[in-house]
Structure formats: structure tokens, C-alpha cells
């Protein structure tokens, strides 16, 4: 079994990395088969090669947003099955931050092709990441919130 940092990095490499390196080889088949087919069928690297040269039209016409809406909640769950897979004990509402991670970046997806932040077109690729800070920022809140709410009743 990998350690907790290590199984985020390699999550974060790619969707079932980690279950691999935990032995879980099933799963970790299953989730780079379909992060392999989203990916595919999205034309995401070519968006992401787009959007690393500046050209952000580009890439919003080449992104097919239909199959990558599918993506955000694809890779955070894995991320989150990986991490999971590491603690020796069950961790209260360890999930929250990876939920509230998928629903910010999807909400990021689903603007990036017209919200501009300071001016600034943003794209498939830029706007979906930066929504990822304040998404998980405000899953670790609740996530805090609710057990100090839980350890005073």
C-alpha cells in the first residue's frame, strides 16, 4: 500500500494510477479506460496543448463539452478512492472536499466558454482548474464545520 501524498500524486498524474499502485488493479483498469475514453472523445489534449500556446478559441471549438462534463466527477472520484484506500482508519466526510472539488470544476466547465475574470477568456482548460481552489476550499470548510457540529451533540 502507497501512502496517502504518494496516492494523490499519482491520482493527479492520471485516474487509476494510485488504484494500481494499491493492489486495487480492477479498478484502476476501469478508471484509466474511461478517463482514457473521455479524454478521447472530448479532444482534451488537443485543448490542452491549445490553451497552453494562448489560443483559447481554439481550444472551446475543439472541446466536444457533452463527454467532458463527465470528466471532473470521473477524476475526483478517483482521487478521492485512492486516498480513501490509504487511511488505516475510516476518515469522517473525507468525501466533501472532492464533491465540492467535481462541482466547482463542472461549474467552471460549463462557463468557460464565455465567463472572462479580469477581462481574461479563461477556457476549457484554465477556468475549470481555477475553480478547483475554491471548490475544495469550501469542501474542507463543511467538512470541518459538520464534525465540530457532530463532536458537540
Request: hydrophobic content about 55%.
Given at each position: 500500500m502507497i501512502n496517502r501524498r504518494e496516492a494523490f500524486l499519482w491520482s493527479i498524474v492520471f485516474p487509476?494510477?494510485?488504484?494500481?499502485?494499491?493492489?486495487?488493479?480492477?479498478?484502476?483498469?476501469?478508471?484509466?479506460?474511461?478517463?482514457?475514453?473521455?479524454n478521447v472523445k472530448t479532444n482534451f489534449n488537443e485543448a490542452i496543448l491549445?490553451?497552453?500556446?494562448?489560443?483559447?478559441?481554439?481550444?472551446?471549438?475543439?472541446?466536444?463539452?457533452?463527454?467532458?462534463?463527465?470528466?471532473?466527477?470521473?477524476?475526483?472520484?478517483?482521487?478521492?478512492?485512492?486516498?480513501?484506500?490509504?487511511?488505516?482508519?475510516?476518515?469522517?466526510?473525507?468525501?466533501?472536499?472532492?464533491?465540492?472539488?467535481?462541482?466547482?470544476?463542472t461549474v467552471g466547465l460549463i462557463y468557460s466558454s464565455s465567463l472572462k475574470l479580469f477581462g481574461l477568456l479563461f477556457g476549457p482548460v484554465w477556468l475549470p482548474f481555477l475553480f478547483m481552489f475554491p471548490g475544495v476550499g469550501v469542501g474542507l470548510l463543511l467538512k470541518n464545520l459538520v464534525i465540530r457540529l457532530r463532536a458537540r451533540n
Open positions: 487509476g494510477f494510485a488504484q494500481l499502485l494499491n493492489g486495487k488493479h480492477i479498478k484502476g483498469i476501469l478508471f484509466i479506460f474511461f478517463a482514457v475514453l473521455v491549445l490553451s497552453f500556446h494562448g489560443d483559447i478559441k481554439s481550444a472551446i471549438v475543439q472541446v466536444d463539452y457533452q463527454w467532458l462534463m463527465f470528466y471532473p466527477c470521473l477524476y475526483f472520484y478517483a482521487m478521492w478512492d485512492s486516498f480513501k484506500d490509504t487511511l488505516k482508519e475510516e476518515e469522517n466526510y473525507l468525501f466533501v472536499p472532492f464533491v465540492f472539488g467535481a462541482y466547482f470544476v
